[in-house]
């Protein structure tokens, strides 16, 4: 059951969000494995209005079907590029940061694949949607709503 609309109570709160999103839709890491790490970290975040946008997203962008079911299981196996592989243990260890503390192998491993804006760029893209599932998840963002009011 919804708990109320916060984008209408706090429209310049959500504004703000928006702006930081609308950055890191146009930064430097390619849309294909943003829409990975977006899906990535709803899943663990357990959000099911973010899990249901961001898969429909990476559908319309061309992603593939089988790598999105599989995204849950990326560790067991070979559909995600290193690059992909690194971002996504990056992601995780970001979003459960209370319990990893972000450890040095994860860093490491992703700064192998990544320059520093990139590195930068990626932490802001996890926390971003780590903050939007926050929203969506404690409000109770319903996935027919998305449905209802998405203007295409």
């Not at 609308?22 to 494995?33: D, H, N, Q, T």
């Amino acid at each position: 059951m919804p708990r109320l609309k916060y984008w209408t109570v706090a429209p310049e709160a959500v504004k703000l969000m928006m702006s930081l999103n609308a950055y890191v839709e146009k930064s430097s890491i390619e849309a294909s494995l943003r829409h990975l790490v977006k899906l990535r970290v709803s899943q663990i975040n357990g959000c099911a209005y973010c899990v249901d946008l961001h898969s429909h997203e990476a559908l319309r962008d061309g992603e593939n079907s089988q790598r999105l079911h599989c995204l849950t299981v990326w560790h067991e196996t070979e559909l995600f590029t290193p690059r992909e592989r690194a971002a996504l243990a990056y992601a995780e260890s970001i979003t459960r940061i209370s319990e990893t503390h972000v450890p040095d192998e994860d860093y490491d491993q992703v700064e192998q694949h990544f320059n520093e804006l990139e590195l930068v760029d990626l932490t802001l893209t996890i926390s971003t949607i780590n903050a939007w599932n926050r929203m969506a998840i404690s409000f109770r963002r319903p996935v027919a709503e998305r449905r209802s009011t998405q203007a295409t």
